[in-house]
């Protein structure tokens, strides 16, 4: 059964940083782009940043561009988001979600229904004074 589950969110001040993880079981993450999203209260469902099946390609959403750094970690299966000087704006429910790609070299999306085979349940980051 694929499976992956988000961890690190918490309550944090702004300018702070915290390391959000995205651990997969039942499949093995080198196969896969693995996607994260965020929803935020009220809001719609948007891409933050997604790494292909090689581990080379990375996209950012512009809104995190220079403070959010995608990173893998094949020997834990585990896909991180490093969220660096973080705003209140960035206080959402965080989810990963994953798509199997045998082409090691394609680009990855931050289109939310590309990611067909699997879904966290989130890990929340409240960014609040």
């Known amino acids: 059964q694929l499976r992956l589950v988000e961890s690190g969110g918490g309550l944090v001040q702004p300018g702070g940083s915290l390391r959000l993880s995205c651990e997969a079981s039942?499949?093995?993450?080198?196969?896969?782009?693995i996607g994260w999203f965020r929803q935020a209260p009220g809001k719609e469902r948007e891409g933050v940043s997604c790494?292909?099946?090689?581990?080379?390609?990375?996209i950012y959403a512009d809104a995190v561009k220079g403070r959010f750094t995608i990173s893998r970690d094949s020997a834990k299966n585990t896909v991180y988001l490093q969220i660096t000087s973080l705003k209140p704006e960035d206080t959402a429910m965080y989810y990963c979600?994953?798509?199997?790609?045998?082409?090691?070299?394609?680009?990855?999306?931050?289109?939310?229904?590309?990611?067909?085979?699997?879904w966290g349940a989130g890990t929340l980051v409240t960014v609040s004074s």
């Open positions: 979600a994953a798509k199997e790609d045998e082409l090691l070299f394609r680009v990855c999306t931050l289109t939310d229904n590309y990611y067909t085979d699997v």
């Open positions: 039942g499949f093995i993450t080198d196969d896969y782009a």
């Open positions: 790494i292909n099946s090689s581990g080379l390609g990375k």
